[in-house]
C-alpha cells in the first residue's frame, strides 16, 4: 500500500476519503474508473454471510427434487493464491490445467439430505443430522463390506444449506425416478442422495463376471426416488451414454461405470472359440445386454496411465489394450 493505493495482480485500487468508494485502473494508467461491483478488491473483501459465497463461485449443474431440495455442483473459477511459493506454484499449473475446485451444494427446504460420513463441510440453518444403519445392522454391513459403502448412514433434516467436502474431482447429479429405474455402479461412486434413495450391495450375475470382469463380486445398488450425487473418475463431458435396445455392448476393460438395473452384465470371450479369442488378442470383455443404459469413461484408463510412474512414456509406443486390472480412481472415505 503506497499512497493510499493498493496494487492487485496489476491492478490498482484506491479507496475515497469517506470510505464509501472504490477506484480502480491498470497500473501505469492515469485515469481512474469507479468500481462497477461496489466491492473493491478481492483481498479487501472478506466473506461473511455465505450468499456473499454466491459471487465467488460458477454453479455448473442444479437438480430440484419433488419435496423441494435443491441441489447444485459448484466451482470455484480459480483460487486466489496461497502464502506457500511452492503451493502457489501447483495452484497456477493447475489452474493452466482447467482443473476447478468443486463443492456439492444442497439447499433444504424442511427435507432431508442422505450425505456419506467424512463427506460433510459445513451447513447453515435449522438443521439436525441422525446417525443409523439404513434399515438394519444386517442391512449395513452388507453394504459396509460388500458393496464399498459406509456402514453407517448420516441423515440431515430440516431447512438450511450443506456443503460437501471440496475437490478437484468431478460430481454428476443423476435423478432416479421410482421403482424400475434404479443404477448399478462402482464402489465408492455414491457420495450423497436427495430424497427417498437406498444404497446396497448389488450381487453379479454369474461367478466369471464376479471373478473376471474386474468389478468384484459386487457392486453398488441405488434405487428409490430422488437425485444421486455420484463421484466420478473422469469428467461427466467424458463419458459417453449408450442406450441398449435388445442389443449388445461390449468393453474390453472395466471403464464401465454405470448401467440401469434391467442391463445384464457378464464376462464373454470375444470369440465363440477359444483359438479365435486368442488370435484376435481380446480374450475376455465385458458384455452388456438387455434394455436400458450403460455409462462408460473411454479416458479413465488415459488418466490411470498418466498418474503411473512412466506418466507421458505409456503414449510412447503403440496404443493396445487399457486392460481389466484399470484401478476406480475413486477417492477413499473413511
Known sequence: MADGILLENGIEWWLSDDKTTWYTRNLGADEWTVDASGKGPNSSSVV???TELEDRFNIIESVTTAD???????EYPSLLGSSDVRTAEALFYTHQSGA???MVR????DSKIRVEPGALYFMKGNLAMQVSTGGGFFKGLKRKF???ETFFVNEIHGTGEIYLEPTFGHFILHTIKGQGNGIICDKGMFYAGAGDLAASAKMQGTLSSAVMGGEGLFQSHITGSGVAVLYSPVPKEEIMKHELNGEKLFVDGNFALLRSEDVVFKVERSSKKLIGSAVSGEGLLQTFSGQGEVWIAPTQGVYEKLTSQKGMANFADNPNSMGTKIKSGLRKRS
Do not use: M
Open 100 to 102: 476447478k475446485l468443486k
Open 48 to 50: 461473511t454471510q455465505i
Open 106 to 109: 444442497i439447499k433444504l427446504n
Open 146 to 148: 460388500f458393496s464399498g
Open 68 to 74: 423441494g431440495t435443491k441441489v447444485d455442483v459448484v
